[in-house]
């Protein structure tokens, strides 16, 4: 009888705890849920955030009273910029971009012939794709330490410069959405020496761009002077003067 009355109790103890574990499981899985959920919604505020950051051009801040003033200027005389010269300005500062893109990354991936799918924003990511084997994983090491320096010290030089690698790949790639280039390489050609004119495409660009971007937009264009000294060729370089394909 004493046997059976502890088998009793065993049991129901046995089964007071199942409940209590299962019980617990089951909060468990509820605030695993919860956590789950709140993991998702950061990714999409950070995601969002982002593609704020990019649709916000860089370097726009609360103007101050300066820059109200001089705006407050150009309003109150009455200046008004041909609109078409706007555009083709707009344009101008799409292929700028471009074209700064295209020699960042001819100069990491020398050994690319053809370079669709690079972006400079994800040039790291890049670095570690095509130095891996797809085939065996292996790590091609010498090639990954030679991209990894070319990038370093392009990087070091373009921030020199005001460039920020955490910002303007970014800037440079919404440029291009926004505006496009210059595909009538024909009609570029006609204004070849003026958009090569550092001078002349600085003046466009303040004159013709909004001021919240103007100071980015400048940036890039020094970049692409940079580059321009470094490799000799104009600022503005058709697509068979470098790789084939960005």
Known sequence: MENTNICSCDEEAFNMESSR?????????????????????????????????????????????????????????????????????????????????????CAIFLEQQRLYGYRVPYIKEKIIEVTTSPTTGKVDEKLRSELYQRYNHIMDELRKLGYNPAVHPHFTEYMVNTYGITKDRNARTKDLSSY???????????????????????????????FAREDGKSLLISPSSSHSSV
């Open 21 to 105: 574990l299962l019980a617990e499981n089951a909060q468990l899985r509820k605030m695993m849920g919860l956590m789950q959920e709140n993991v998702e919604l950061r990714c999409v505020l950070k995601d969002h955030e982002r593609k704020a950051q990019i649709i916000t051009p860089p370097g726009q801040h609360k103007k101050d009273h300066n820059d109200l003033k001089e705006e407050a200027k150009m309003v109150n005389s009455g200046t008004q910029i041909d609109p078409e010269k706007v555009k083709k300005c707009q344009r101008i500062v799409g292929e700028i971009a471009f074209q700064l893109d295209r020699r960042i990354l």
């Open 196 to 226: 090569n004119d550092p001078q002349y495409l600085n003046k466009m660009i303040t004159e013709c761009m909004s001021s919240d971007i103007v100071k980015d937009i400048i940036i890039i264009l020094n970049c692409l002077v940079y």
